[in-house]
């Protein structure tokens, strides 16, 4: 599963390749024109070298350059997901598991529960259960799929900013208990993740009605996802991805400070002790 590394390259390929002509290509490089198409189509792995080669010939920087003959190499690392993605599974999921791999930061607005790089085994549970398109026997195989996409937030190397709706504070998933561990993880969280409330008081604001995540990569531009019932949405393009940006820093700058959603995370995990 690399269609997520196959995209970018073949989609910074076109984009260099300018005014170009696959002719062009063919007397510069022996690279055929059949071949060429299959490349910036996503229908055959491209190599280092072809990519290398290409971005030399289309006059590319060398930050460039080398980025994508990276990016191509990394086309054959084998990817984690493989023990828990069978083929009984959307193969969507595969797609996003390479984003969420890749992102360096992701940035969340959520109306009604926890973002799942955040929540506890009991609330994923809960959620996970209550889904009418997962056979109870995938449960197991999905809250361990779970607990390893947490990994990176465990160990530091993924940062998340997290803001969720006061809703998310009163939505009994699991119970009483089930919601207050998992509030008490969120008012708990490591030094790489911070956490925003946003009071019922904001009133009207520009996030009402919507959730959705900006991931952000080390060499690549953000690409905002949404997820559906049926399916998850992404998109690439700037002018979307600058629209989420503003509307969930309009949102960040509504919602209470870190150290006082902190405090609201905690005093509504003792009203739920009760």
């Known amino acids: 599963m690399t269609a997520v590394r196959e995209e970018r390259i073949a989609r910074e390929l076109r984009r260099l390749r300018g005014t ?24 055959v792995r491209p190599s280092p070298e072809d990519v290398r080669r290409l971005a030399v010939f289309y006059e590319a920087d060398t930050k460039t350059v080398e980025r994508l003959a990276k990016a191509a190499e ?3 690392r084998p990817v ?16 996003h598991l390479e984003l969420e791999t890749e992102a360096t930061r992701i940035e969340s607005w959520t109306v009604d529960l926890v973002p799942g790089l955040m929540q506890t085994p009991d609330y994923a549970s ?14 197991e195989r999905r809250l ?8 990176r937030v465990r160990d530091g190397s993924l940062e998340l900013w997290v803001i969720v ?25 490591p030094s790489n993740v911070t956490v925003q409330v946003l009071p019922f008081s904001a009133g009207a604001h520009s996030g009402l009605g919507v959730s959705f995540h900006l991931l952000e990569f080390a060499d690549w531009p953000t690409v905002g996802y949404q997820d559906t019932i ?29 150290s006082a959603s902190r405090a609201a995370l905690s005093q509504r995990a003792t009203e739920l002790e009760g």
């Open 20 to 43: 170009y002509t696959s002719t062009d290509v063919q007397r510069a490089l022996g690279i055929t024109p059949s071949k060429l198409s299959r490349i910036e189509s996503c229908k």
């Open 126 to 139: 809960a959620l996970i259960t209550a889904r009418v398109d997962v056979p109870a026997d995938q449960l």
């Open 74 to 76: 990394e086309l054959k």
């Open 80 to 95: 984690w997901w493989t023990e828990f993605v069978g083929p009984d599974w959307s193969s969507a999921l595969g797609y």
């Open 230 to 258: 049926t399916q998850g949405l992404y998109y690439d393009d700037p002018d979307v991805v600058q629209g989420l940006a503003r509307t969930v820093n309009d949102v960040r700058a509504t919602a209470l400070s870190p």
């Open 144 to 151: 361990e799929l779970r607990v390893r996409r947490q990994q």
């Open 165 to 189: 709706s006061e809703a998310v504070l009163h939505n009994l998933i699991g119970g009483a208990g089930v919601l207050r561990d998992q509030l008490l993880h969120l008012a708990d969280a």
